[in-house]
Structures are given as structure tokens and as C-alpha cells.
């Protein structure tokens, strides 16, 4: 009777602890679940900083108020999930105070932590050369002219960065999101004036030397014409100063065109053969008059030529026998 007595304990005791590793994987699975960017209404920061108004606790006045969010506070959790930083929770950066509101002001004055701070001297992401891209960037007009105020982030959102020209496969995607990045500031008046200080300029009036503007604004990036190329680089940092902008069309317009060592040197791009192909042209859909040849198209193009030169000197001919 009592080894009976004992089996029943130990399967009771058995039956506690399986009920118990259940319970913690259900709250762990929960609280992952609470804090993820697809689920913003359960996520600590979120819940507010994911829509237009926010609802708090007003303890001095006793009662609950409803705010307007800064907008530039208001975050794309559609962009955050898909961000090269998803996996990591507003607190892996931020001071875990502001999990309470109404947060500490002095929160605000805290240093953010930079790239660096996090990829600097880390083995695995060696290919990505950081702090080759630090020395690039600080030979850039923004560094020169703003020094450390001009941060990473001033083009890159830690929130919803995405490495667009290393994954993607379409060269418009990789235009239209480098794009994007120089806009988001050269074309909003009070995000240039904050860091400037001085009045934006009118881009449409400053390029209008440039013929087929729109065309060349949609599939060619800013950053072609406004740094210098760096072969070890994926993309250059070293943004130049506006007088030392490229303003030769041949520069890219030619066989042996700039794009090549910048726009389509990436590994994912190249679909081609190194001597080209009739396919890769006509499905192209950032064609460059100039950059992309076929040595098929070329040689079809001097037969052609040929041919019609060969019918007019035997049309000629036999005109003048005739005669």
C-alpha cells in the first residue's frame, strides 16, 4: 500500500511540474506575443506610439486625458516588422524608464547609442565594413558641415531600416528606397532646417540642367551623382559638397559607364553575363541608354547597317547600267 501511495505521489508531483513548464511557455509564448510590432494595441510603447492620440492617467488632476501624439513620434509598425532591427524590443535601445509615463524628461538628453556602438569590432558583420562606412562618412559634407549631430539616423531609422540594396533584386526598388532616404529630409522643410538651419533649397530648380529630370530621379539614385564611388563598399557614405556634383552625362551614358562600379555592382544583380544578353536588356526595367549593350544587339545592328548600305550601292548600280 504504501509503494502504491508512492507512485501516485511521484505521478502527482510529475503532473504539477508538466502543468507548470505548460504554464511558463504559455506566458512566455504571451508575453513575446504582447511585445511584438504586429500586435501594437498589447505592446508596452506601442499602444501609443502607433497611433495619432494617446490616452493617460493624469494623477495630479485624478482622471484620465486624451493627447494628440507628435507625429514624428507616431511610428510604421507595417515597417518596423519588416526592419533589419525587428527582433529587438524599444527597450534594447531605450532606457527601460520609459516603460512608465508620464516619462522623466531627462530621458530626452540621454545619448542614443550609434551603428557602432553595436556593429563596431563584431566578427559578423565584418561584410558589412562599418567602420569602413564611418570613415567614408565623415569625409562627407554632412559630417564636415554638422559633425556628430549628423548621425546614422539622419538617413537611417533604426526603426524600420531595411537593407534594401543588399536584398532586393530590382534595381527600381533599390532606386526608389535610396531615394526616399535623401527626400525624406531634402524635401521637408522642417526636418532641413532643423539640422541646417537655413532654407531648403528647391530641388526641381537646382537640377534644372538636368534633362529627363523625372526619368532620371526615378531609376537612378541621388547618391550616383552626389559622391564618390568606393570599391570596397557596397554603398558610398562620402556624400560631396554640390560644386563637385556629376554633371557629365557620359560619365554614365557609356559603355564603360559610372553605374557599373556603383548602382549594378551588386552580386544580386547580376542576372547578365559579363558580355551581356538580348533578355537581360529588353527586361531591364532601368534601362541606361548607353550602359546596358548587347554584343548580339551590336552585331545585329551592323548587319542591318551593312545591308542597307549594300542594297543602296546595288540599287545605284543597277540604275546606273540601265542608263
Known amino acids: ?40 494595441s498589447q505592446h508596452q510603447c506601442l499602444k501609443c ?26 511610428l510604421d509598425t507595417v515597417a518596423m516588422a519588416s526592419g533589419v532591427h525587428k527582433q529587438f524590443d524599444c527597450t534594447d535601445c531605450h532606457s527601460s524608464e520609459y516603460a512608465s509615463y508620464p516619462h522623466n524628461g531627462n530621458l530626452k538628453l540621454e545619448p542614443m547609442n550609434s ?15 562599418f567602420e569602413r562606412v564611418e570613415e567614408e562618412f565623415k569625409k562627407s559634407v554632412h559630417y564636415k558641415a554638422y559633425g556628430d549631430n549628423f548621425s546614422c539616423s539622419k538617413c537611417h531609422s533604426q526603426h524600420t531600416y531595411m537593407a534594401t540594396a543588399r536584398n532586393s533584386s530590382s534595381v527600381k526598388d533599390i532606386v526608389d528606397y535610396s531615394n526616399k532616404m535623401c527626400l525624406s529630409c531634402h524635401s521637408d522643410m522642417k526636418k532641413y532646417q532643423l539640422v541646417s538651419g537655413h532654407e531648403n533649397p528647391q530641388l526641381v530648380k537646382v537640377h534644372d540642367w538636368l534633362p529627363n529630370q523625372e526619368l532620371h530621379f526615378q531609376h537612378v539614385r541621388c547618391i550616383e551623382c552626389h559622391t564618390e564611388v568606393t570599391d570596397s563598399l557596397m554603398v558610398s557614405h562620402n ?19 559610372k553605374l557599373k562600379a556603383s548602382l549594378y555592382k551588386y552580386q544580386n544583380l547580376q542576372k547578365r553575363s559579363e558580355d551581356g544578353g538580348l533578355l537581360s536588356v529588353l527586361s531591364n526595367e532601368s534601362y541606361i541608354i548607353g550602359t546596358h549593350q548587347s554584343p548580339l544587339l551590336q552585331l545585329a545592328s551592323i548587319i542591318i547597317f551593312l545591308a542597307v548600305v549594300a542594297g543602296i550601292v546595288i540599287h545605284s548600280m543597277f540604275r546606273i547600267f540601265k542608263k
Open 1 to 40: 500500500m504504501k509503494l502504491h501511495s508512492s507512485d501516485n505521489s511521484k505521478t502527482l508531483k510529475m503532473n504539477h511540474r508538466f502543468i507548470g513548464v505548460l504554464l511558463i511557455l504559455w506566458i512566455g509564448v504571451w508575453s513575446l506575443k504582447a511585445q511584438s510590432y504586429e500586435n501594437a
Open 239 to 257: 556624400i560631396l559638397a554640390k560644386e563637385q556634383a556629376l554633371k557629365n552625362c557620359v560619365e554614365c551614358h557609356s559603355a564603360d559607364s
Open 115 to 129: 551603428c557602432l556602438d553595436c556593429h563596431g569590432g563584431d566578427e559578423s558583420f565584418a561584410s558589412y565594413h
Open 49 to 74: 506610439h502607433s497611433k495619432n492620440s494617446y490616452t493617460y492617467m493624469n494623477t495630479v488632476k485624478g482622471k484620465e486625458e486624451h493627447r494628440l501624439m507628435n507625429p514624428y513620434f507616431v
